[in-house]
């Protein structure tokens, strides 16, 4: 069902007729809002756009305010989509603040603005919350004209009225975008998803030396590949650092879930750092099986991207008796010192498909090779790709949360897009392009093994916002795996 714009005054209809954008010139003032309102009944996507006024400080002329929440006849109503259409305005070019838009039943100036941003509001209009029960999917911009220290009956109102009418004309292409995505539709959620034994460990070990030991932490890369989880540690105290010739002497330090070279530990000790290991179980294992077989002199195929930290750190048990197999091609052409001594092992992060794949070519090569005892991807890697696979089949599009630098995030995407459907990855609701959603009935998502379950949580309540309110659980496995501690947070 096709979306409509919503302006109160003509002026404001005219900045925003666009290829594309259906305008409906509603009238000004309360009293019409309500009448033009009860005329959109069939449940069609609703987004009212105008001019309005600024309560608080720190919103300019120009700016625009899109609205998270609208008062209603029984109380505030919120608008679960702003996070997306904020994102599609801030990638024109504007700017965007995200907050309550109160209605007025006149225009507000002086001391008023003052009442209305006690009660958390960032704007007013005397327009919008007449809309707040419209059946459909509904949102809400307004281009700010006057503020608190520019108020109405002022000089420069004609001229601010300019700019945020040209604000509004800009932003018409991003009001189309959300028009066009808004509907009915499903999400379906694939199950597990999000954080794993793994990266659960890690984080907690981080906090609890926090806890224990107090600010700073020192923690070597990222302690799991995922922005908006370094960000939070950081902000409860942690330092992130490259190497640990950065770290001060003596300082307690953590290495990251991904695992480290053996030199890595011997500069630790160099250094006498107070020492507390992330690495993460499974990964500790393949470390262990190179070990074991590079004892023995065999030449060990490490399956995986070169470019990886798990990769890196792996290699460093033995530099000059690891070659890394990035895909089938190069394993169809590597050479080993003898065919007869030959042992593989697998990144931990690695699509299933892709690696058995690469694995048969090796053994077909090498019939004498030696294998892992058990299969070195991990069960939460393994069960992420199972579950986006079985909601790939059935949607128009999949959403996989997690940040650009996490390999097992990124093997998601391809598992999808090879299972038939469009995938994007995406490091927060931010990054989600509405244009991808266009036409998108179904929608499934999935996060990533080191992405946090509330984003995933916030993506679904935007989608709810234009239209996909059913939602929909897919689940493939249970998982129940938590590993112990180390003894230093214990």
């Given at each position: 069902m096709t979306g409509v714009v919503c302006a109160p005054m003509y002026l404001e209809a005219a900045a925003l007729r666009a290829p594309g954008v259906r305008v409906l010139h509603t009238g000004m003032g309360p009293r019409r809002a309500a009448e033009s309102a009860e005329r959109l009944t069939g449940g069609a996507p609703v987004l009212v756009a105008g001019i309005g006024g600024a309560v608080t400080d720190g919103v300019r002329p120009g700016d625009l305010v899109v609205a998270t929440e609208l008062d209603g006849p029984e109380g505030p109503v919120r608008l679960r989509s702003a996070p997306l259409l904020a994102a599609s305005l801030r990638r024109l070019g504007l700017t965007v603040h995200t907050g309550p838009v109160a209605s007025s039943e006149s225009l507000v100036d002086g001391v008023d603005r003052g009442r209305f941003a006690a009660r958390g509001a960032l704007a007013v209009d005397m327009e919008s919350a007449q809309f707040a029960t419209v059946p459909g999917p509904l949102a809400v911009v307004r281009a700010v004209v006057d503020t608190p220290d520019r108020p109405l009956w002022r000089p420069g109102t004609v001229l601010r009225g300019i700019a945020g009418l040209r604000s509004l004309r800009a932003a018409a292409p991003a009001l189309r975008e959300w028009c066009e995505a808004a509907g009915a539709g499903e999400i379906l959620l694939a199950s597990p998803r999000s954080f794993c034994?793994?990266?659960?460990?890690?984080?907690?070990?981080?906090?609890?030396?926090?806890?224990?030991?107090?600010?700073?932490?020192?923690?070597?890369?990222?302690?799991?590949?995922?922005?908006?989880?370094?960000?939070?540690?950081?902000?409860?105290?942690?330092?992130?650092?490259?190497?640990?010739?950065?770290?001060?002497?003596?300082?307690?330090?953590?290495?990251?879930?991904?695992?480290?070279?053996?030199?890595?530990?011997?500069?630790?000790?160099?250094?006498?750092?107070?020492?507390?290991?992330?690495?993460?179980?499974?990964?500790?294992?393949?470390?262990?099986?190179?070990?074991?077989?590079?004892?023995?002199?065999?030449?060990?195929?490490?399956?995986?991207?070169?470019?990886?930290?798990?990769?890196?750190?792996?290699?460093?048990?033995?530099?000059?008796?690891?070659?890394?197999?990035?895909?089938?091609?190069?394993?169809?052409?590597?050479?080993?010192?003898?065919?007869?001594?030959?042992?593989?092992?697998?990144?931990?992060?690695?699509?299933?498909?892709?690696?058995?794949?690469?694995?048969?070519?090796?053994?077909?090569?090498?019939?004498?090779?030696?294998?892992?005892?058990?299969?070195?991807?991990?069960?939460?890697?393994?069960?992420?790709?199972?579950?986006?696979?079985?909601?790939?089949?059935?949607?128009?599009?999949?959403?996989?949360?997690?940040?650009?630098?996490?390999?097992?995030?990124?093997?998601?995407?391809?598992?999808?897009?090879?299972?038939?459907?469009?995938?994007?990855?995406?490091?927060?609701?931010?990054?989600?392009?509405?244009?991808?959603?266009?036409?998108?009935?179904?929608?499934?998502?999935?996060a990533g093994a080191s992405a946090p379950p509330h984003l995933v949580e916030e993506l679904t309540q935007c989608l709810a916002g234009l239209g996909r309110t059913s939602v929909r659980d897919s689940q493939v496995a249970d998982e129940d795996v938590r590993f112990t501690l180390p003894r230093e947070v214990g």
């Open positions: 034994a793994g990266v659960d460990r890690a984080i907690e070990i981080v906090e609890r030396a926090l806890e224990r030991y107090g600010a700073p932490v020192y923690v070597r890369r990222q302690i799991v590949h995922n922005a908006h989880v370094v960000r939070r540690l950081e902000g409860m105290g942690a330092i992130f650092v490259q190497e640990v010739d950065e770290v001060p002497p003596g300082a307690t330090t953590v290495l990251a879930a991904h695992g480290v070279a053996p030199a890595v530990r011997q500069d630790a000790v160099a250094k006498d750092l107070k020492v507390i290991d992330a690495t993460c179980p499974l990964v500790t294992k393949v470390h262990n099986e190179v070990r074991r077989y590079s004892s023995r002199g065999d030449t060990v195929l490490l399956i995986g991207h070169a470019d990886h930290e798990e990769v890196e750190g792996t290699i460093g048990e033995a530099p000059e008796q690891v070659v890394v197999v990035e895909d089938a091609s190069a394993a169809a052409q590597v050479r080993v010192r003898d065919p007869e001594k030959v042992a593989y092992a697998m990144q931990t992060t690695l699509a299933v498909d892709e690696a058995e794949e690469i694995a048969s070519v090796l053994r077909e090569r090498f019939p004498a090779m030696a294998v892992p005892r058990r299969d070195d991807i991990c069960y939460a890697t393994t069960n992420r790709q199972r579950a986006v696979r079985a909601v790939a089949e059935h949607a128009d599009l999949v959403l996989v949360v997690g940040s650009a630098n996490s390999s097992n995030s990124k093997r998601l995407v391809e598992v999808a897009r090879r299972h038939g459907a469009p995938a994007h990855l995406v490091d927060d609701v931010s990054e989600v392009d509405m244009r991808w959603l266009a036409g998108a009935g179904r929608i499934g998502i999935t």
